[in-house]
């Protein structure tokens, strides 16, 4: 029976070897999302600090996970050095999600185990991640050739709210859930 729960740091091997399998699998894709150097060890490990990490366990393996924030500039420009280009970047983005300054949570680094795909783990982290939102605006990004990701985005409510360049180069698509 697959559980789902809060990542802690004794999860870390884990979730690291469940990341190292899923980028290969996105690259063999042609998603080039993740790196050698995104997601890392540090990156998993603030979340799980933040109890921002969700991880779907079946027995004692990990199979799946997301994380969540509330800090936008911290998640989409960590690796952006001018901070008033990054303010900008980050108003521009969102001036089509919200006309108020409302709180908004944003979901991250969802994976799950290619062989546990397609029996509803991502559905069910979404689902417990949208628990934490209590109410906000959710919104999400993901690289426009990952069809995959958009239709179950699109099932779960989610709609496209705008396009964003990643710091990468990669053209990505913003969901939104309000």
Same mark, same amino acid.
């Given at each position: 029976?697959?559980?789902?729960?809060?990542?802690?740091?004794?999860?870390?091997?884990?979730?690291?070897?469940?990341?190292?399998?899923?980028?290969?699998?996105?690259?063999?894709?042609?998603?080039?999302?993740?790196?050698?150097? !995104?997601?890392?060890?540090?990156?998993?490990?603030?979340?799980?600090?933040?109890?921002?990490?969700?991880?779907?366990?079946?027995?004692?393996?990990?199979?799946?996970?997301?994380? +969540?924030?509330?800090?936008?500039?911290?998640?989409?420009? +960590?690796?952006?050095?001018?901070?008033?280009?990054?303010?900008?970047?980050?108003?521009?983005?969102?001036?089509?999600?919200?006309?108020?300054?409302?709180?908004?949570?944003?979901?991250?680094?969802?994976?799950?185990?290619?062989?546990?795909?397609?029996?509803? @783990?991502?559905?069910?982290?979404?689902?417990?991640?949208?628990?934490?939102?209590?109410?906000?605006? @959710?919104?999400?990004?993901?690289?426009?050739?990952?069809?995959?990701? @958009?239709?179950? !985005?699109?099932?779960?409510?989610?709609?496209?709210?705008?396009? !964003?360049?990643?710091?990468?180069?990669?053209?990505?698509?913003? !969901?939104?859930?309000?």
């Amino acid at each position: 029976m697959i559980k789902i729960r809060f990542a802690t740091m004794k999860d870390m091997k884990k979730i690291m070897n469940l990341c190292d399998r899923v980028r290969v699998q996105l690259h063999e894709n042609g998603i080039d999302m993740w790196d050698e150097d !995104y997601p890392n060890e540090e990156i998993f490990g603030e979340d799980i600090q933040r109890k921002n990490l969700i991880v779907a366990v079946d027995g004692r393996k990990i199979i799946g996970s997301i994380s +969540f924030n509330f800090d936008l500039k911290t998640e989409l420009f +960590f690796d952006v050095e001018d901070e008033k280009a990054c303010e900008a970047e980050i108003s521009k983005l969102l001036a089509s999600c919200l006309a108020t300054k409302e709180t908004i949570m944003s979901l991250h680094r969802l994976m799950v185990h290619p062989d546990h795909q397609r029996q509803g @783990i991502a559905t069910r982290l979404i689902q417990e991640a949208e628990k934490q939102a209590l109410g906000k605006t @959710i919104i999400l990004f993901t690289e426009a050739n990952n069809q995959k990701a @958009i239709n179950l !985005y699109l099932r779960l409510g989610y709609t496209r709210n705008g396009m !964003y360049t990643f710091t990468f180069g990669s053209l990505a698509y913003m !969901y939104k859930k309000a």
